[in-house]
């Protein structure tokens, strides 16, 4: 009698554990839930041979979950996927849905804002085009700069052939002629017109700027001069 007693006891002590472990444990998965809004960054996935012209860099996306995550949740843990698979040059409507956003586990997306984007893809093309010196300043000693020679002169660039079809030429970074009064060399970069514009080769071109001098201007007046001086001197009179 007394160990069917004890037995039973023990079996009632068991259950009341477990009743205990239940509750605590529920109370832990009913924790507040809290709610953030963040600045999501968006990943594009581009299909080869197309470039997109105006990328949305950015959505505000609003979520939920527990407390602790949502207050501990970092912006960049949160991504927006944009998969434009499929899509042909020209415009392109893009829906974004919670399936869209990439977030850590337990935290629920509400809403994006916006939920639609228009976005525009264009071809890859290649295009070769005359680099034009960037030239500024003020030479020294009142010389004036000649006709400046880049060394090559093309550049190809490959970019959207919209862009590419609109430009006439490609320019390099500034080249000063202050303090120069003589002819010179100088390494330069092509920058491109354009972020969406990659000049493949070459990277750099070498311009020759020649100088031009007032004294060299009127050396060949005073030569003339003083030939014409005695060729009258020699002149029967």
Known sequence: MTTSTQLWGLRLLAVFA????????????????????????????????????????SVKVRLRGPDRRIRNL????????????????????????PENVLRPDEIDVLSVEPNSL?????????RQLPVVPRIV??????????????????????GPQSLLADLASVTTSPISLDGHALSFSQTVSIVP?????????????TVQI???TPDADQEPEEEESGRTRTERSRSPS
């Open 18 to 57: 477990a009743v205990v472990v239940w509750f605590f444990a529920s109370v832990g998965k009913r924790e507040r839930l809290s709610e953030k809004q963040i600045d999501a960054a968006l990943t594009y996935n581009t299909p080869r041979g197309l470039i997109l012209l105006d990328p949305v860099q």
């Open 74 to 97: 970092a912006p960049f843990v949160v991504d927006v996927m944009v998969d434009l698979t499929g899509y042909e040059p020209g415009a392109a409507d893009i829906h974004l849905a």
């Open 118 to 126: 228009r976005l525009r893809l264009d071809r890859e093309g290649n």
């Open 137 to 158: 300043g003020e030479p020294a000693g009142g010389a004036v700069p000649g006709t400046p020679r880049v060394i090559p002169e093309l550049a190809n660039l490959q």
């Open 193 to 205: 017109p354009d972020p969406l514009l990659r000049v493949l080769e070459p990277s750099v071109v």
């Open 210 to 212: 020649p100088m031009v």
